[in-house]
């Protein structure tokens, strides 16, 4: 894929394999080109190459969907329809943005729409199976939700891979190696003083977690 952009360095992955990965995390289930409406100013449309992959919505300004044409990326909370726009139709991001989007054709609608509608649900499961980690107590082998943090900071999107694993934190308290990821985080958007907390609590919680014991050396 895409080569990470400048200050997305630290973001390193997970030193456990994904082992609590179903196949719809890492499956593209959606490519192609759609309009976007802008958030700013006009509002007017633009086209965008999506990619729909497990939890993440992404789009870039060209096909080749590597880091220097990405445009944005979100997880994908809930799709709901656009009575006024027949080709169109609303997504509405765990972060609570809502997007704009419309196809060519009601044939491409009806397979971006169900791309984007498992991509909720995949999201949903990996917030319930994080639910599920920090009630009974324990850490599953690697947060879904942690590895998706992870890419989107490999990819340079640094708010949104904080944003996202604070969630994970916030769900799974217990998880040394999500405190870890967030303070590396916390460090490319040099917010130090969260990144030295974050970190402070991975080395707490798993004190051979060696990578973090760096981190925080740099941080301080």
């Given at each position: 894929?895409?080569r990470?952009?400048a ?12 082992e609590a990965?179903?196949g719809?995390?890492?499956?593209v289930l ?10 700013k ?7 965008r ?14 096909r ?6 990405l445009?944005?990326a ?8 656009w009575p ?14 809502v997007?704009?989007v ?5 044939e ?13 649900a ?6 319930e199976?994080?639910?599920?980690a920090?009630?009974?107590?324990r ?10 943090g992870?890419e ?8 949104e891979a ?6 994970v934190?916030?769900a ?20 130090e003083?969260?990144?030295?907390a ?8 798993q ?14």
């Amino acid at each position: 894929k895409g080569r990470a952009l400048a200050g997305a360095a630290a973001m390193e992955p997970p030193a456990r394999p994904p082992e609590a990965a179903s196949g719809e995390d890492t499956e593209v289930l959606y490519e192609g080109f759609l309009y976007k409406r802008g958030h700013k100013g006009l509002r007017n449309w633009k086209l965008r190459f999506f990619v729909v992959k497990g939890p993440l919505v992404a789009y870039y300004a060209a096909r080749t969907a590597t880091a220097a044409s990405l445009k944005g990326a979100f997880l994908a909370a809930k799709v709901r329809e656009w009575p006024e726009e027949p080709l169109g139709w609303i997504i509405e991001a765990e972060s609570r943005k809502v997007f704009f989007v419309r196809a060519e054709t009601h044939e491409q609608r009806a397979q971006a729409i169900e791309a984007m509608r498992r991509s909720a649900a995949v999201n949903r499961l990996h917030r319930e199976r994080d639910r599920t980690a920090a009630s009974s107590g324990r850490t599953a082998p690697v947060s879904p939700r942690c590895l998706t943090g992870v890419e989107l900071g490999k990819q340079g999107l640094i708010s949104e891979a904080v944003a996202t694993l604070m969630e994970v934190t916030r769900a799974v308290p217990t998880d040394a190696e999500a405190w870890y990821h967030l303070g590396t985080a916390q460090l490319c958007s040099l917010d130090e003083q969260s990144a030295v907390a974050s970190l402070q609590r991975a080395v707490a919680l798993q004190e051979d977690l060696d990578d973090a014991r760096l981190h925080l050396g740099v941080a301080l």
